[in-house]
């Protein structure tokens, strides 16, 4: 695994690496917010979002409870 280029935002690290071996960090959703939001705050699309939590979030029109933990892929720019 290239660790260089999957490091996370340290604001944000977990330090978890998925099973493809990329460090993701993870987010406690809050009160009123949405996938759009979310992908804005850490700089990635929905479809980022989505391919990182297939088994919490199934697709971009799935509500997403406040208090569930989604992961938070570091994406190579």
């Known amino acids: 695994?290239?660790?260089d280029n999957n490091f996370v935002d340290p604001r944000y690290n977990e330090g978890a690496p998925d099973s493809s071996g990329?460090?993701?960090?993870?987010y406690?959703?809050?009160e009123k917010?949405?996938?759009?939001?979310i992908?804005?705050?850490?700089?990635l699309t929905v479809?980022?979002?989505l391919?990182?939590?297939?088994e919490h979030?199934?697709?971009?029109?799935?509500?997403v409870q406040t208090g569930t933990r989604i992961m938070i892929p570091k994406i190579q720019e």
Not at 22 to 26: L, P
């Open 1 to 3: 695994m290239n660790r």
């Open 39 to 43: 992908a804005r705050k850490f700089n």
């Open 28 to 30: 406690v959703v809050e």
């Open 57 to 63: 979030i199934p697709d971009a029109s799935s509500l």
């Open 47 to 49: 479809e980022q979002l």
């Open 33 to 37: 917010d949405t996938l759009p939001d």
């Open 51 to 54: 391919a990182a939590n297939q």
């Open 22 to 26: 990329h460090i993701m960090s993870s």
